[in-house]
Nanobody, 123 residues
Framework: QVQLVESGGGSVQAGGSLTLSCAASGVTDSSICMRWFRQAPGKEREGVAVIYSVGVTHLADSVKGRFTISQDNARKTLYLQMNSLKPEDTAMYYC?????????????????WGQGTQVTVSS
């Protein structure tokens, strides 16, 4: 059974930094990627960053140069280092792991999800 638990959210001023963590249990090599998503009130869910099991990473254009995704070698913890935060980064941030045989789909039903952690950036 896959369980994902996010932590590290909070309130910061613009320009500040936060590091989100996602404690992952039950994730196997059949999950070819893990992602960070975010969703702001009234907006659609957005894929922020992805890391494949082979270590390749991709970031959304809106966070390139400011955010970094990483994970420990055992894939037990996923991280999102967020620097130079902007008010538009305010959202609930979710960790997700691809379900086996679902590739690296961004569809909700193709992933396991955590409960989310709130990030609020004030100007």
């Amino acid at each position: 059974q896959v369980q994902l638990v996010e932590s590290g959210g909070g309130s910061v001023q613009a320009g500040g930094s936060l590091t989100l963590s996602c404690a992952a249990s039950g994730v196997t090599d059949s999950s070819i990627c893990m992602r960070w998503f975010r969703q702001a009130p009234g907006k659609e869910r957005e894929g922020v960053a992805v890391i494949y099991s082979v270590g390749v990473t991709h970031l959304a254009d809106s966070v390139k140069g400011r955010f970094t995704i990483s994970q420990d070698n055992a894939r037990k913890t996923l991280y999102l280092q967020m620097n130079s935060l902007k008010p538009e980064d305010t959202a609930m941030y979710y960790c997700a792991a691809a379900r086996p045989q679902k590739g690296c789909s961004m569809n909700y039903e193709d992933n396991y999800w955590g409960q989310g952690t709130q990030v609020t950036v004030s100007s």
